[in-house]
């Protein structure tokens, strides 16, 4: 089996997510040889998450081309990237979906970390709310999985996004 993660947060965060993300990719190389693990990011930082495509064999990194935005990238033109690899089930890592994956054909999974600007809004701004939403609300929406790391995460989930 060919799976693919949406990875900028392996090859960007110290704590947090990149450490969730670092994880799930450490544990699956290591429990399921023989898988492949590819890891789709917008652009690699060498000083964390390279040592997982050194350590494994079973895992390689594919970047953003050039020529895209990398944000567009990562939310349509990544599907065609996919297909290309013949990946066999994609998983979102932290709370995003290519909007395309349905239609891709390709089944995928995603992590909900949690919806915190919802429940706190005044935290944050409120064009950051409004992005966040419509990306973690269309993730639910196309995922066939989805991943909630907590109860109250997933009780957010049906909530916020009636989405069961």
Known sequence: MKIGFEAKRVF????????????????LATERPENAYV???PSQNQ????????AFPNVSVVEAPVKYLKSVWRMLSITKDLRRD????????????PLTIRKSGIPSVVTIHDLIFLRYPQYYKFIDRKIY??????????ANRII?????????????FKID
């Not at 960007?12 to 544990?27: E, K, P, Q, W």
């Not at 994609?90 to 979906?97: A, C, K, R």
């Not at 939403?133 to 196309?142: D, H, P, T």
């Open 148 to 160: 909630a790391i907590s109860q109250q995460t997933k009780n957010d989930i049906v909530d916020l």
């Open 86 to 97: 013949h990946i066999s089930i994609f998983h979102g890592l932290s709370n995003e979906l």
């Open 39 to 41: 890891l789709y990011t």
């Open 47 to 54: 000083q964390i998450g390279s040592e997982l495509v050194k």
């Open 133 to 142: 939403e419509y990306k973690f609300r269309k993730a639910c929406e196309n």
């Open 12 to 27: 960007r965060n110290f704590t947090g997510l990149g450490n969730y993300s670092r994880a799930v990719v450490r544990i």
